[in-house]
């Protein structure tokens, strides 16, 4: 029988305690030998008697492990007794960067033991929690490419360290009160006050009602109470944005109605805010509007502290920046840039490398992909040459794919100034830097103006890549499935093939040769982005008639403006054309008086959704046509048309917003299921920000799957512009592939 060998596991086996792990095995079987940290794979080298038993118990994992593969190679040379953790080595990277994890029930315990060593440390961590991607600067995962190099270990902290029988054995951010990252609260000026109990000093000026900025584990949010809340959006010009919330555990159930999905995602190790239906839709209106909370749970040790201090039980938690900028990291940015926003910063001394922002799922899909979910990996083929997808304009993130692992990046952001086209580039160079990719294709958003596609040719410039234009909602489609099938995509904005804005396409085929054979009614923009901002110039766009001129003029727009609107569509001047499925739930949620001016990305249509939340749909009699092209064609302008006779005849605005979201939402179900059955397609995927709206997504499932076809919706990626990059990366490895 054999009794020694060398053991190569691959996946994600670092930065999650594997080598302590194995180290406590080799104890427990009586192994002798060595483990040792070569980047993308631990290398084991074990002998003794119980070695079979050893290599099973090996291939279970941590709890924060990913096992890929296990392999096990015969041993000829004879093994020293004892067993040891050895310095980590070199390799490809594959991939391997671990994400940041919730700070865990046994270092809570610690840090609320009277008498403990951790009792009231903000970072207590160990080898299954605490931060990771946030503080890397470079792999292998170990403290000295950390930014806790800065925090040398004291006595206590290394023995526990090199301690075997310890769950902080190898725990490279292990640190306490008298060794690691330290805690202050700073006033407007950046001069310290509450030294003594900066913690206690915190709870005490918010619960007095104070705006704070809190520096945690990716950056900076900007937290206060509920009846602060008013206080807070008026400092950030900010009247309707929803505002996400940090509460207890305990309070969970005052305020929303959890499911079994949302219960397991907001006690998970990421942490992430879960958008769950309010318990009551009209209460706590200055936090949301809507009819849904985001809600997250404590996640770090200075969370847990400052709610232990507390006379609230709910926080807002909202992350910090500049509008249309990345979230503030550093103390010195946020002092500059909150000042007159924040009454006071409680900030702690540990960099952060890399920022990172909360996650955001719902009805178990991510809208945000980042802190404790990404950097993502996904094992996946997509040929042999380095692939970076540099992803879209909005709600931005990246891709690299090398050796048959594609990486995506946390949330970047919408790319659409200097300081987030920053972000971009600084992203994949750390995440490109991480993994030693040397970029030898790089694909990128069909649009010519993006500044993210301009990044990409400049970028291919510098280093020979070969550049590949991917339309936005074939990439969406792409990063769903690779199989053939019939694509959906309905989302807000998306660059055409025929230089129009697309958003309700429908596409058959397998990637990279998706052909579009349907989409909704394309109708003009009249004055571009701005019928975006002011939705009735929307409405106005689809339904042109002097019923609209009426509606407009019953709401205080003026003779002369509506004149220069009537001539503007007339003459297309200025008026851009598009198929979007976002613009159609706009310019309904203006028809019905529900938003008429945006003031946040998505405001118009997710009120509308709030609204139909309440109502009962109809079911209203879809019509289409067939454009130059073949394609069939979805007319939302008879839509909208039976909509407005509802309103006009005094129907509930509820029970009209449902019966056009569910309309809506069988229109292009239908276009879907007449492609899928013309071509003889087993499959329908489906994908677009408009996706998440709950209604919408579940009818376009019963209508799909009524008809016996399979509805693939991603749970791995965003539905919304998060996933591109993904696609983009996928799209291109399949061109790749063909050539």
Known sequence: MQNRGKIIIRGIVQGVGFRPFVYGLAEKYGISGWVKNLGSRVEITASGARFSEFCQAV??????SVIDSVEVLPLDEEVETGFMILPSGTGALDGLIPP???????CIRDIFTPGGRYEGYWATSCVNCGPRYSIIRSLPYDRERTAMEEFPMCGACEAEYTDPGCRRHHAQTIACGGCGPGLALLGPDGESVGSEDPVGAAAAMLDAGAVLAILGVGGFHLACTEEAAGTLKARLNRPEQPLAVMMTREAVERYVEPTAWDREALTSRVRPIVVMKKKDATAHAGLSSLHTLGVMLPYTGLHHLLFARLDHDLLVMTSANVPGTPM???TDDALAHLNGTADGFLVHDRQIVNRCDDSVVRDGHIIRLSRGIAPKRAKIDLGERCILGVGPELN??????QHGFAVTSPHVGNVRNPQTLAYLQETVETIGGLLGAGFEVIAHDLHPQFLSTRYAQRLAEETGAALVPVQHHRAHIAATTREECVGIAIDGVGYGDDGTIWGG????????DLERVGHLETVGMPGGDLATRFPERMLYGILPHERTLALLASRGWGETELGVLARQVERGFNVAQTSSTGRVLDAASALLGICRERTYDGEPAMKFEAVAAGGTPETWDLSFERDGDGCEVLKTSALLTRAFDAYDAGAKVADIAASVQCTL????????????????????????GVAYNH??????RSVVEAEGLDLLVSRDYPLGDGCISFGQCVWAGALEEER
């Open 100 to 106: 940041d994890v919730a700070v865990c029930d046994e």
């Open 328 to 330: 503030i990291t550093a």
């Open 505 to 512: 396409e429908v596409f058959a085929g397998a990637v990279p």
């Open 695 to 700: 209604m919408i997504r579940e009818t376009v």
């Open 59 to 64: 291939a279970g994992g941590t709890p924060l």
């Open 665 to 688: 939402a069988r229109g292009v179900a239908a276009l879907a299921v007449h492609a899928a059955h013309e071509r003889g397609i087993p499959r329908v995927a489906l994908s677009g």
């Open 396 to 401: 931005a993130t990246t891709t690299v794919y």
